[in-house]
């Protein structure tokens, strides 16, 4: 093994830097600090940085006693100076890569990214890149972009990549006890980032090649996606058969074998899900190929706030949307976090207001947020408020929802998450997919 090969072996004296310090690389960040390691937290974010130095944490999952702890332990070191990184080993590229406006992929976080490294890249460095993108993204963007210092990869300077698989809100999952799916550009780089990675994670699982590991990301996700699309389609079925879907999927799931349940939502959302097929989509149509089942499965998430909207105006009372109140329980695009990028809820807002209705939200992790050039504030959820409304649907099932208070007090409870199974109350429940009249 050469010696750019090889990696310190104490682990007191070994650094890392992470460029991006949101949902992925934050708690990377802190896994790292916890093994042992120093590490630099690159943000162009000021008000990030700002808030991690005085211990702050601004992701709901992770408390502000684990800011606080990195900090003390003097192994994690906030910033938002790229010159940092040319102290470390290991370079982790955590950004985001959104879609653009046409549904396309937006790569100008990772490019901006790419050329701060490029330009103080050291020999020895191992640069990994951890964001969900189409396979060639390593190949094609980031190591060219790295070759232009003319050192050579794979010797003098190292590129692997390993997608994130973050589950925000998952306590079940910890980060360091998901499997890690890790590549590289040429086998001393696979071999930089098993090592690296092996000191965090449970298990490390090699596979053969860069754009392997990109499309093992966009599997996963669209594999969702496919899944839960059809199952909200199923959603719609029953409800005009007079059908039960969550009785039925919990009798298919009885099943031992060859089922696994998905459940209906208002839509999905995330980073992930709504995003990742589409960048595959994207790449595969640059090969005059097309994947009917991403194409239909998108189309069926998207149209999931309109068919709400449509199922509110038949069960409103007064069967019009126009003037009529309505209450949206949670923002986020899942349960107990704080992120709502992509949620179907902001959809969902946007259509009630097409139609004319008076649309409020709550969401005790989400204070306000910005919907076009609307700004809302969480409506408090008292008696009084709660009355006042037509209907309030569930869109997101918190854990600390009040149901109890909202069944008593609410006319008419749309609910998308079946959390109101076998309860009663005052008002009148109507379960998306649950067959209602």
């Not at 790292?32 to 390691?37: L, T």
């Not at 349960?335 to 139609?355: G, K, Q, V």
């Amino acid at each position: 093994m050469s010696d750019n090969l090889k990696p310190q072996t104490n682990k007191e004296q070994r650094t890392v830097a992470i460029i991006g310090q949101g949902y992925v690389g934050l708690p990377l960040a802190l896994l790292f600090v916890k093994k042992g390691f120093h590490v630099l937290g690159i943000d162009l974010d000021r008000r990030k940085i700002e808030m991690l130095r005085k211990g702050k944490s601004y992701i709901t999952e992770i408390p502000d006693s684990d800011i606080q702890d990195a900090i003390a332990s003097a192994r994690y070191t906030p910033t938002d100076q790229f010159s940092f990184m040319e102290a470390a080993e290991a370079i982790v590229i955590c950004v985001p890569t959104p879609l653009t406006s046409y549904g396309t992929p937006d790569l100008s976080y990772l490019t901006q990214a790419a050329a701060e490294i490029g330009g103080r890249l050291q020999k020895g460095q191992l640069v990994i890149l951890e964001s969900s993108t189409y396979p060639g993204t390593t190949r094609e963007v980031l190591l060219p972009v790295l070759n232009k210092t003319g050192l050579q990869a794979g010797s003098d300077f190292f590129v692997a990549y390993s997608p994130e698989r973050v589950d925000p809100g998952n306590e079940a999952f910890p980060v360091e006890n998901i499997p890690k799916v890790v590549s590289g550009i040429t086998p001393n780089c696979l071999a930089r980032v098993e090592e690296l990675y092996g000191q965090l994670f449970i298990k490390v699982h090699p596979v053969s090649s860069t754009d392997a590991a990109e499309m093992t990301k966009l599997l996963e996700n669209s594999y969702r996606l496919i899944n839960i699309s059809f199952i909200n389609e199923l959603a719609m079925i029953c409800d005009v058969l007079q059908l039960n879907l969550w009785e039925i999927i919990e009798a298919a799931n009885s099943k031992p074998f060859g089922f696994k349940a998905f459940y209906p939502g208002p839509g999905i959302g995330g980073h992930c899900i709504p995003v990742d097929p589409s960048y595959l989509l994207w790449k595969i149509k640059q090969y005059g190929i097309n994947s009917d089942f991403i194409q239909i499965s998108n189309a069926v998430n998207h149209m999931m706030p309109l068919y709400i909207t449509r199922q509110l105006k038949q069960h409103l009372e007064k069967k019009s949307l126009t003037g009529s109140r309505i209450l949206i329980y949670g923002a986020a695009y899942k349960r107990d976090i704080a992120d709502y990028r992509e949620s179907a809820s902001l959809e969902l807002m946007h259509m009630l207001e097409i139609e004319g209705a008076d649309v409020f939200y709550h969401d005790p992790y989400i204070p306000s947020l910005q919907l076009g050039d609307n700004k809302y504030d969480s409506l408090e959820l008292t008696e009084e408020n709660v009355k006042k409304m037509d209907c309030v649907v569930i869109a997101t099932d918190h854990s600390s929802m009040p149901l109890a208070f909202i069944l008593e007090h609410a006319l008419l409870v749309y609910d998308t998450r079946n959390v109101t199974k076998d309860m009663t109350g005052k008002a009148r429940i109507v379960r998306l997919g649950g067959g209602d009249s």
